[in-house]
């Protein structure tokens, strides 16, 4: 069969899920025996039929983890942008150092001290093109094919997309409502390494993590890097959301205390706008040499106009009270799911309660495939992103991500009241 593109949906889905749902579908066409072994090591989603997505008004998308940009002050940052190419087109223009400019990085090191990293030096500060970037460099310096790779289950789609590009072997350690298990992961390792396996790190998104919305309990945060330092593990640490956290009281990074033995990955895209696509690594000293070089080799430089732009907003503007503002508009939004859920699901569902970010994981019993049952949530005007996206398994997931953040309320709950029926179908079914 041949998948069509879902091209024509980019104006109603962000790439984010566009790029979710294609990991849950499958295409096979002419090229494929040009595919390299890499390339070709790229699998999709154990759910093996076509998927095409048919533009349709009155969609309400609880797919696409978007910002709500309608909150940043739009005209005054045009104006910024227009002073800047203005007055330092020459620069904002130009080719910049392939480290980022110093000023943003050093501004960097500020943003990173408001979640707890207190001792971060801008020679120690990549700027990437966002935080996939930063996770792909991370993997072509690390990993040789064939080696390991410990995530959480589930995971980011974008991580497993670029983990199997380099061939390596993608291990999933269990969580539960307190993240991930450091007995689960002190026995998963062990078990790799007695099988003569070769663990280069563990990549976490412990602060809301994406789809499941769950946070790493903070006694368990030293546990999981003590473990891994012990067994000469890295630790991959992608914290986009971390600042969103609905209290105002985000909780230590697992870099704070170990400079050592953890890559810090934290992005714009999330606190300001996902656009500009400005990212960071905080490399551990021993590291950066090599990680810089790595970066520099893929995007030459990041683009000086974004990074001037992102460090007036940083300096001229009030990003902290901007944050204040999102945590708001997302507590609210997850509010309004969580009540829609409980208004509108039929038994037998459960769902998780984020403490911030941008997504309530869900899952159905056992037996439900939710794949399938997008077309037809799709047809009842929703749209969500179905669990085995975020999985490196082929099995059938009984699982789906749902995300608030770019939807109004009164939309949440319309969607969430679209997508019941659907649901109540496939459990009946069983």
């Known amino acids: 069969m041949t998948h069509k593109t879902l091209d024509a949906e980019a104006m109603l889905l962000p790439a984010e899920a566009i790029d979710a749902i294609e990991r849950a579908a499958t295409s096979a066409h002419r090229h494929e025996e040009l595919f390299s072994e890499r390339a070709a090591n790229i699998k999709q989603s154990a759910v093996r039929d076509v998927f095409d997505i048919s533009m349709r008004p009155g969609l309400v998308s609880l797919a696409g983890g978007s910002p709500y940009l309608q909150s940043l002050p739009l005209r005054k940052l045009a104006h910024t942008a227009a002073r800047i190419i203005g007055e330092e087109g020459l620069t904002a223009l130009q080719y910049g150092g392939g480290q980022g400019t110093e000023e943003l990085r050093t501004q960097i090191c500020e943003v990173m001290a408001a979640e707890g990293i207190l001792d971060a030096l801008p020679q120690n500060v990549v700027i990437t093109a966002g935080s996939q970037s930063a996770q792909d460099v991370a993997t072509k310096v690390f990993c040789n094919p064939g080696d390991v790779v410990l995530v959480e289950d589930p995971t980011y789609v974008g991580a497993l997309n670029t983990f199997e590009a380099y061939q390596v072997q993608v291990e999933p350690v269990e969580m539960d409502n307190d993240g991930l298990v450091p007995e689960l992961l002190e026995a998963r390792i062990a078990a790799l390494q007695s099988a003569g396996k070769n663990i280069k790190f563990l990549y ?104 001037m732009l992102v460090s007036a907003y940083l300096r001229d503007y009030d990003w902290r009270g901007q944050i204040e503002t999102y945590r708001g508009l997302y507590a609210e939004r997850c509010q309004a799911m969580l009540a829609a859920l409980e208004e509108h699901m039929p038994e037998g569902l459960s769902w998780t309660r984020p ?76």
């Open 204 to 307: 976490t998104i412990p602060n809301f993590n994406n789809p499941s919305g769950i946070t790493l309990a903070e006694d368990r945060r030293q546990k999981i890097v003590d473990i891994c330092r012990k067994a000469n593990i890295l630790v991959l640490e992608d914290n986009p959301y971390g600042l969103l956290r609905f209290d105002g009281k985000p909780l230590p990074p697992l870099r704070g205390a170990n400079p050592d033995d953890v890559i810090y990955m934290g992005s714009f895209s999330k606190i300001f706008a996902p656009g500009l696509r400005i990212g960071w690594a905080l490399v551990p000293a021993h590291l950066q040499r090599r990680y810089y070089l790595a970066s520099e080799a893929v995007t030459l430089c990041p683009p000086t106009l974004n990074q």
């Open 355 to 430: 403490e911030g970010g941008f997504f309530v994981w869900v899952t159905l019993p056992d037996g439900v495939d939710t794949y399938p049952l997008l077309q037809k949530a799709i047809d009842a005007g929703v749209v969500f992103i179905p669990g085995a996206a975020f999985t490196h398994s082929d099995d059938p997931s009984n699982k789906l991500r749902l995300a608030f953040s770019a939807v109004p309320p009164e939309s949440i709950a319309e969607g969430i009241r679209r997508l019941a029926p659907v649901l109540r179908e496939a459990i009946a079914a069983l």
